[in-house]
Nanobody, 124 residues
């Protein structure tokens, strides 16, 4: 069973920084694209940033220049460094990954895996 677990969320003042992590666990052979999404109360989930296994990144316009996504392939972990945080960055941040892993039947298949989310709150 493949799992994604986020960590590192919390409360920070506007202008501050925070780094959140997403660790993949289970019988994993390969992870392709990974991404961070966020969902604020009453709003739709939006894409924040993505990173390929080769390190190519994309960002939403709203976070360009402030957020940096990275990953450690050896640790199956992705990070999101968030600087110059604004109150409008307040949301639950979820990670997503395309994972080649196996379950109880030991057969490998591709999973579109999601984490449970970590809360980021930015106070003004």
């Amino acid at each position: 069973q493949v799992q994604l677990v986020e960590s590192g969320g919390g409360l920070v003042q506007a202008g501050g920084s925070l780094r959140i992590s997403c660790a993949a666990s289970g019988r994993i052979s390969r992870i392709n694209r990974m991404g961070w999404y966020r969902q604020a109360p009453g709003k739709q989930r939006e894409l924040v940033a993505t990173i390929t296994s080769g390190g190519t990144t994309t960002y939403a316009d709203s976070v360009k220049g402030r957020f940096t996504v990275s990953r450690d392939n050896a640790k199956n972990t992705m990070y999101l460094q968030m600087n110059s945080l604004k109150p409008e960055d307040t949301a639950v941040y979820h990670c997503n990954a395309e994972v080649l892993g196996s379950g109880v039947d030991a057969r490998y298949r591709w999973y579109d895996a999601w984490g449970q989310g970590t809360q980021v709150t930015v106070s003004s």
